[in-house]
């Protein structure tokens, strides 16, 4: 399998983005505003905005402030997540305001290429099985988010490593990895798998710029190896997020087969607890098992210059 470069002059990911890094920053609800994704724009990667479940008029501010955030020649993007009730309308906004970039999930982007596609965004749905990239790819899109179950938020069954080469094999359109990563090597094993681009998101929660509560990056930087668990499989939408007694009482619900209606309204605002008011106890703290590998909070630029200064001699040099 090809080993692609990190070279922004031939790398397919950064001439479609316009980027100095193939890298994506992830389109996390309540997290991804404007304020990270012009620090991580400016700092050469693709920020992203979540719009989520987010009013009309609130994303559409987010979206002028980011413009006046980002320095010239800079670009960001828009994460769309299909099961929302407001997708439709980020769809609109997207096209009205003429987002460069849009990330998809958590659904079938059809709508999203016929509607955007024509008027010159880049789509690149955030995929989950080999099935569906291949869909995506007869649909138009530009690229793909290969996204690992090691990844916060929202998951699918297969791992990063698993999941990153079959993909690779299956489609023609650039490959962008997800779910694990923090790092360099990080990077270089993405790419030993064949993927020309990565996707973070935890990482960019701990950086100085994201402005989530500070009980929340703390508790990103404080977590081990095994700080995470996986709530809601019985509802068919797992979600993965730092342990406490949100996701205890989680579990107790589910392997006492309570009732679906039960097990939503206890997840209920439970982000939004965690990511405005710092509730570590009983806030939905999502964040990837990588969590484990955070252990600062610095500028997103010192972040991705690091990283991709690591990645850089890792994979020229090999590891030793």
Known sequence: ??????????????????????????GMAWVANAELAAAVSNAGGLGIIAAAA??????????????????PGKNFGLNIMLMSPTADD???????????????GAGSPGKVLERLKPLG???IPVIASVAQAKRVEKQGADAVVAEGMEAGGHIGELTTMVLTPQIVRAVNIPVICAGGIVDGHGIAAAFMLGAEGV???????????????????????????RSTAVTGQSLGHPVRCLRNKLTAEFEKLEKNN?????IEALGTGKLRAAVVNGDTEWGSLMAGQSAAMVNDIKPAREIIVEIFDEARKLLSEGVE
Not at 199 to 212: A, D, H, K, P
Not at 258 to 262: D, G, H, I, Q
Request: proline residues 5%.
């Open 1 to 26: 399998m090809k080993i692609f470069t990190l070279n922004p002059k031939t790398n397919r990911v950064c001439k479609i983005l316009g980027t100095d890094y193939p890298l994506v920053q992830g």
């Open 54 to 71: 987010t009013p009309k008029n609130i994303l559409e501010q987010e979206i002028i402030k980011v413009r006046k955030l980002l320095k």
């Open 90 to 104: 980020a769809l609109e906004i997207a096209a009205e305001y003429k987002i460069p970039v849009v990330t998809t």
């Open 121 to 123: 965004t880049i789509v």
């Open 199 to 225: 996707q973070l998101g935890t990482r960019f929660v701990c950086c100085s710029e994201c402005t989530v509560h500070e009980n929340y990056k703390n508790a990103i930087v404080e977590a081990r190896d």
């Open 258 to 262: 309570a009732p679906a209606s039960e």
